[in-house]
């Protein structure tokens, strides 16, 4: 099979694996329905040039993603697929530059094990089904610093060849990239491109690698991609906007935003159990290996040191979300690859306690999935012994569950005996397909049959209240808790009567007609 047929094939099972089912399920509160509603209100006041929600001025995120969106809202309609959509394609790009530069630094053996790691592993293949702004923040920050890892190989007479370009090419396309990502989500791709960067020299006891001409090159690159938004925002409208986003990103890094706070190894944690089967394999990877040449010993360095400096990084940001360390994602993927390659070479010795992780962490994600099927067959006779009234009322919601649901998990334990036991013989490349693959297809039918019903006891009722004020002259609010749910759902138009932000005037104004919706399980309910 050529380089070719192999992207082609990658690409063709990526749309597979990301495309179906992703209208099948509402979009979840926040962060979701926030983003979402941000591109609808794009759409609705024909202005692209500034972020709004609730038809206020949104200062949280640049516009990038939020472009992305509209354009798919317009192809396909305001609805949760369209949301989606960006993510799914970017998760197609994804196993794409993984296999590409996977077999560019090694062989295609290589890609291909780094492809089936990223979209086999639990989060990085969910979150291409979401419709969040990271994983397209994630892959322009890995391509900056890919195309700078390879300017530093060209500069100093790395022994890879391939790498033909000149360095100002590579210098060029990795602030490009690095513009991009900034575009997406803000400064801290630059924060961690250069902390990674600057860890590198200090590693190297303090030899610079790189020309300061260069660097200068590549700032300006830099620049001049973020001021297409960020320099005609200040141009145009002053530097309010910019100050204020400023003071967002400042308030994430030292205080506990959205009920946030977590604990101290939060992200390992996360790590550990989100990349599953990934994190696992990656363990030995940590560890000296037999190396073919300076590019490989280098590489793996650089993608220990990135996975180093964002669990740090965000360990330290005092705000610990899931999707915080995703940029982690990369490098973990990459070094599950390398340990399977490796073993495979007879150049990293496989240690049992690989599998035993392995089966301990995999029986308890399948336990998981089983107690969930269980869960949902017997929810209404729980719901009396609960406490709170609000989730006693989720809990009667009206949601089939056959039993069959829990097939997805003895799946899962199929997928963990037959992938431990091909570790266990020896058969690595064979036990990396059946635990990858065996992952996704779980991932695949768990959203399409389980995520769903969960959603119905999570935010249905919500939901169905303000899909059912849609067309309505009446004001729709929340009360003791925080949603945008009420904006996307209602499909709220502009407001003209400023007195419609003030939910005093909604519900008792003299001619109020008006939607309240009251949920007590959230923070501040």
Known sequence: MTKTTTILVIGALAALLFIPFLGHVHLFDWDEINFAECSREMIKMDDYTRVYVDFKPFWEKPPMFFWMQSTAMKLFGVTEFAARFPNALCGIVTLIVVFVVGTRVYDRKFGVLWALAYGGSLFPNMY?????????FNLFIFLSLYNFILYHWKRNNFDKPGVDRSKLY??????????????????????????????????????????????????????????????????????????????????????????????????????????????????????????NGRYDRDFKKWMVLLFWVVTILFTIVQSRIIHYSSMAWFPVTFLAAYSIYKWDRHEL?????????????????????????????????????????????????????????GLIGILMVVALVVGIRNLSRGNYTRAARVLFVGTAIVIFFASAIIVPKVERYSQGAAIDFFIARQGEDCYVHTLGYKSYGDLFYTMKPRPTNPNSYDEQVAALGPHRQTGLFRHKSRPGG
């Open 128 to 136: 291409f089904k979401s419709g969040i702004i990271d994983p397209w």
């Open 170 to 291: 590579y210098v060029i396309w990795s602030g490009i990239w690095m513009g991009l990502a900034v575009l997406m989500k803000g400064q801290v791709a630059l924060m961690v491109f250069l902390l990674v960067l600057g860890v590198y020299l200090l590693y190297n006891r303090v030899k610079f690698y790189f020309s300061w001409w260069h660097a200068i090159v590549f700032l300006i690159v830099a620049a001049l991609v973020t001021f297409t938004w960020y320099g005609y925002e200040t141009i145009k409208r002053g530097p309010w906007f910019i100050n204020e986003f400023l003071k967002y990103q400042w308030r994430l890094f030292t205080t506990h935003d959205a009920d946030q706070a977590g604990f101290f190894g939060y992200h390992y944690i996360v790590l550990l159990i989100g990349c599953f089967p990934a994190s696992i394999l990656a363990i030995p990877s940590f560890f000296k290996a037999k190396y």
């Open 349 to 405: 010795i496989y240690k049992k306690y690989t599998g035993v992780l392995m089966g301990i962490l995999g029986g308890l994600i399948s336990l998981a999935i089983l107690g969930v099927a269980i869960i949902g067959l017997y929810v209404h006779k729980l719901a009396p012994y609960v406490d709170d009234k609000f989730a006693q009322g989720n809990m009667e919601a009206e949601v089939h569950w056959s039993g069959l649901e």
